[in-house]
Each structure stands twice: as C-alpha cells, then as structure tokens.
C-alpha cells in the first residue's frame, strides 16, 4: 500500500461476520472433526467389505480355513473379518476438537490388523457323534441320541496374517479435504446470501 495518496476504506459488517465464524470454526473445528469421524467409520467399513489393506487385497484364507467356510448360508460367513460381523460392526469414530479418530474395543482387533501368533493353551473337550445316514458324524450337542467322547487338545499356536482395516489411502485423504473444503464454504455462504 502506497503511503501517500488516497485510500478508500471498505467495512462491511456481513463480511467481517463471516470472516470472524471462519476463524471461529478454523480455531474450534469440532463440527468439522465429527464429520470426519462419521466418514472415517464408513471408508474403515468399507475396507472390510472391499477385503484390502493400503497395500492391496487381503492374504486370501487358509485351505483349511476357505473348506470350513465353503456352503454355509450364514449372512457374512465366507467373508474375511466377517463371519459374525461383530469387528466390523464395532469400528466407531470419536472427535474432539482438534481430532478425529476411528477404532473399536475388540481385544483381538489388534491381532488381525498387525497379524501375529495367536497361543491356543491346552485343553479338554467333549465331542458328539451321532449315526446320520451317512455314516458317523459330529453332530450337535443338543442331540438326544449321540455318543459322547471326551478328547484332549494340546497346546499350539496359530499363525494370522495381518490384514490391515485401519488406514487412510490417498481417496480417504481427498475426501477427508473435501469436508473441511465443504464446511468452510458453507460456512461462509450462510450469511452471504449465495446459492451453492
């Protein structure tokens, strides 16, 4: 700015209103935050309904494991993470003002989204058979009519590949931009009398 000359001096009381709740909302964010926290929530859901980590798809199930799971009718079943749902309806996002995060509680998330050894201690349990009509069988406890065998299991260990859930990729980032983009702007379209 020039130090002599005119100078013509503008105040506007709207404008400066809206300046001053953009500075309120960039100082106190706490709207902003819970908002990325509910987004948050759904890219980590939809992690596990894409079945990949920021690397790529998931390690695909054991033989063993896929046999288990093949032609059963339970909703999720031959899903990984996802025979019970009960991780992935855990996951929930918190937000203060200064941050917003996305977790769950689960005491084994921690295991499937590092990977690990899971030690299974030794131990004894009961086992039924019953006679189907195609020969013996396991069958349900519940079963009147079933032979009961008590076995005993040792100790092993469990080898789980990690298949990570909790992570921001680049479209994560973009989005997570475009919700501060978004509340600012409505922020300051509020009082100007724009139409968006």
Known sequence: MATKGIQLRLVDQAVLATLDRIEHLAAKPGAIMSAIAAYLVTATQRHFERETGPNG????????????????????????????????????????????AVGTNLLYAAIQQLGGEANIPAREQDLHFGKTNRGRRFVKASRKRKETVRVSIGAHSISIPARPYLYVDQADQAEILQIAEDAFRAEADAHSGARP
């Open 57 to 100: 798809k998931w390690q695909k199930l054991s033989p063993r494991t896929a046999a288990k799971r093949s032609g059963r009718g339970t909703r999720g079943y031959g899903h990984m993470l996802r025979v019970t749902n009960r991780l992935y309806s855990s996951i929930t996002g918190e937000a203060t003002d200064t941050e917003a």
